[in-house]
């Protein structure tokens, strides 16, 4: 299990224990928060997430008869 704390509480500790705190800017800057095509960039981060995946023969996975397997060709989802 992974408690999710709030970037709040984790920037308070951070600063209790007198370490360099910019968690906020880092979180918005890899979760594309700031940029205006965020939804663009997220999309060709994560294209090319699995690219370097798939290339370095991570996947498939598998568990017992089980496989999981990345397509490299992602499906686009628009909306009405």
Same mark, same amino acid.
């Given at each position: 299990m992974y408690p999710? +704390? =709030?970037?709040e509480i984790l920037s308070s500790y951070l600063r209790q224990l007198k370490l360099e705190?910019? #968690?906020t800017n #880092?979180? =918005?800057e890899n979760s594309f928060l700031s940029s205006k %095509?965020?939804?663009t960039? =997220?999309?060709t981060s994560i294209i090319s %997430? +699995?690219?370097t995946l798939n290339s370095q023969n991570i996947f498939p996975i598998t568990f017992g008869n089980f496989e999981v397997r990345i397509d490299d060709e992602p499906i686009f989802v628009k909306g009405p």
């Open positions: 999710e +704390v =709030r970037p705190d910019n #968690l #880092l979180m =918005r %095509t965020a939804s960039d =997220r999309a %997430t +699995v690219s």
